[in-house]
């Protein structure tokens, strides 16, 4: 029995040492042949052993169906995005402010391309493939663990030949469709006469959000691996140190990542990788420049979203010539009116463009963009195509100048009007049906309620058979309603009422970014889901003056926020649909408790390893409260870095000073 258990783990060793050196090394040591014998020997083996099977095994990587759909996960470290960098002078700013604020000029990036794909973070204990996450918001990533196994190319478990394997660590990468593989797929959708991807990001994607694991291994999936997030047990230098030990870890890591150790080094670099941007098999839209250093990335820190210590540098955005043939005005769903141009038939890097948005009367005035005008229309990354600029040397006689002004509301031919100090002109009727078809269709986006087969054309049957009006009456459609509907049958009106059914239970920020307040998205949801606890009554109690402590939270949204809970028939709808069923669950949030009971914090200064947001959750979650200004019932200042006038006002009034370090010591060591 002994000899069958070695047996075993000796041909999950040749078959994992095999992956490792076709996807990471680029140099197979089996044929497809001798490769497919040992997994078979395996196979049968384990099927006549069951005892010995491990869930890590290679043959265990393609699992059951999940039924009940993604389960969301918080990242232990937020996966941000990066600041963006448009040409050589802001490459240049952005490596001028890093050695400015660092003080020194001599610093080490590590340049890697920047590959247009989706960002998952693949988390391992003691070795094992635990869990893998989507990006998500950033904040909170949906568990694709079963899709993510069916590639071959990630390992079910780090390489034992490294040195230490840390107990707990989560690795960043970006999972992509070669461009080969993307063809090769949309060959055979068509064939079954299936859906067709637009790119391969959006291939990859697909495959990846699939509930049955069998339809990804289908897939071609590739990844490369760049980052950390959380760690226990082992710790890294810089970059470079980081990348090679992943990739004897058995990850993936992108054979052109490369240290550039001066400014000119980093130009030259992006622009060797922009003009070999063809030769490449898969999608990239730049170069994603890092400080090396993780020692100065920590005394650099984040902004809100993005840390200070990279950029990613974008390629020139792809141009064609085409005609501006009319100009259209259209109307979304908090009013504003946007003009579009229609234009002659183009190809734009492989998508067939007939509009392209104007903005508004600025832009249209600013360009001087008139009807029958030959442009340049751009189109960088999934964005819907801009007009950069009028051929003013082809112009010809026969053009005409727009005017939004000129115009009533497309849909609801109610007036239109400027916002004062703002762009855009605006439709003021709050019962403007293509209003509150835009509303409608952000509620069920992917984003907000998710509800799968609510799209932009459901939507306008469903408005026009006056059964939806309001976010509420989706939750009052019933099968009767609309299985007689033309365009619906018995599955199609089933898979409706489920879809509607599973987004009931839903989350705090996934509601609150589906309402579509003015101004708040999905950071801003999320940051209100932290504040309020995930509770929407909490958020009805908010004042001005405390929203605008909020860290991320200013004036203006604030406002509008106050502006919309304080109309009654925005509260009746979100009333009915708590009423109808909807449940906000506050996720896989820590367990909280009452160490910090009775204990009041103010914060000053900023900090290396959290977030201010980070630190104030840190302490609500665990009874305490945060103030922002020192008093008599002060406790404790947590003070950073460049601390601000409450050290001083701390320090008069005998109010003890502690860091962020003694603040983690108090909750862990009780
Ligand atoms: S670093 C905070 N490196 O780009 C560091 N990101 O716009 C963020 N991406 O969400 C990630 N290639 O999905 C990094 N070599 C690379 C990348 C890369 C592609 C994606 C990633 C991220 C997005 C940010």
């Known amino acids: ?167 707990f660590i989560e690795i960043r990468g970006e999972i992509f469709m070669k461009n080969k593989d993307f063809i090769d797929l949309n060959s055979a959708q068509k064939e079954k006469d299936d859906k067709i991807f637009a790119n391969a990001r959006n291939a990859a994607a697909g495959s990846v959000r699939q509930l049955d694991p069998r339809i990804t291994s289908s897939r071609k999936l590739s990844i490369y691996c760049y980052e950390i997030g959380g760690i226990d047990g082992l710790s890294f230098r810089n970059q470079i140190e980081m990348l090679e030990y992943i990739k004897e870890a058995g990850l993936p890591v992108n054979p052109l990542s490369k240290k550039v150790s001066t400014l000119e080094k980093m130009i030259d670099y992006h622009a060797k990788l922009e003009k070999n941007r063809k030769k490449i098999d898969y999608e990239i839209d730049g170069t994603v420049m890092k400080v090396n250093d993780y020692s100065l990335r920590k005394t650099l820190g984040q902004r809100s979203r993005s840390p200070r210590w990279a950029v990613a540098a974008k390629f020139k955005s792809k141009k064609a010539e085409t005609q501006i043939l009319d100009i259209e005005i259209q109307v979304g769903r908090t009013g504003v009116i946007t003009p579009v141009a229609k234009v002659k038939e183009v190809d734009l890097s492989g998508a067939l463009i007939t509009s392209a948005t104007l903005h508004n009367q600025d832009e249209i005035d600013k360009k001087d963009i008139r009807i029958n005008d030959f442009v340049l229309i751009e189109r960088s990354g999934d964005v819907i195509p801009k007009i950069s600029e009028v051929i003013f040397s082809k112009r010809p006689s026969n053009t005409s100048k727009y005017n939004i002004s000129s115009n009533n509301c497309p849909s609801c031919k109610g007036l239109i009007k400027r916002i004062e100090d703002e762009a855009a002109y605006k439709c003021l009727n709050n019962d403007c049906s293509s209003r509150k078809k ?72 996934r509601f609150v970014f589906g309402l579509g307040i003015p101004h708040v998205g999905q950071h801003i949801a999320t940051i209100l889901d932290k504040e309020c606890n995930s509770s929407f009554d909490n958020l009805k109690k908010l004042t001005l003056e405390k929203l605008e402590t909020v860290d991320g939270i200013g004036e203006i949204v604030a406002q509008s926020i106050l502006d919309y809970l304080a109309d009654e028939k925005n509260l009746v709808v979100i009333q009915s649909c708590f009423s109808l069923g909807v449940v906000i669950n506050s996720g896989d949030k820590k367990e909280k408790s009452d160490l910090l009971k009775d204990l009041t914090f103010v914060i000053t200064g900023s900090f290396n390893s959290f977030s201010r947001r980070d630190i104030k959750r840190l302490i609500q979650e665990n009874g305490g409260r945060v103030t922002g200004s020192i008093s008599k019932k002060t406790s404790f200042l947590i003070s950073g870095e460049n601390p601000g006038s409450k050290l001083s006002k701390a320090n008069d009034n005998n109010i003890e000073i502690i860091d962020e370090k003694t603040l983690i010591q108090m909750i862990n060591e009780n």
Not at 68 to 87: D, T, V
Not at 97 to 109: G, P, Q, T, V, Y
Not at 440 to 456: D, R, T, V, W, Y
């Open 1 to 167: 029995m002994e000899a069958i258990k070695e047996k075993i783990e000796n041909l999950i060793k040749r078959i994992n040492e095999h992956n490792y050196s076709y996807y990471v090394l680029d140099d197979p040591t089996l044929s497809d042949n001798e490769y497919d014998e040992i997994f078979r020997e395996l196979e049968s083996l384990e099927l006549k052993y069951p005892q010995f099977r491990n869930i890590n095994s290679p043959t265990q990587r393609v699992g059951s169906p999940v039924k009940s759909g993604f389960k969301s996960y918080e990242h232990k470290i937020p996966m941000l995005s990066l600041a963006n960098a448009i040409n050589d002078d802001e490459i240049s700013e952005f490596h001028a402010r890093i050695s400015k604020w660092l003080n020194e000029s001599n610093i080490d990036f590590v340049a890697e391309p920047k590959i247009d794909g989706l960002g998952v973070s693949l988390i391992y204990k003691n070795g094992q493939l635990k869990r893998a996450l989507t990006r998500g918001d950033g904040y909170n990533g949906e568990d694709i663990t079963h899709n993510i196994k069916t590639i071959n190319s990630v390992p079910l478990e780090l390489r034992h030949s490294i040195k230490e394997i840390p107990s």
């Open 438 to 509: 835009g509303i409608l269709q952000h509620f069920c986006s992917k984003n907000a309620m998710n509800i799968e087969g609510m799209g932009p054309q459901i939507i306008q049957q469903l408005m026009q058979e006056s059964l939806l009006e309001e976010v509420d009456d989706i939750f009052k459609l019933q099968y009767d309603q609309i299985v007689h509907l033309e365009r619906f049958q018995d599955k199609s009106a089933t898979n409706l009422i489920d879809s509607i059914s599973k987004s009931k239970k839903t989350t705090f920020s």
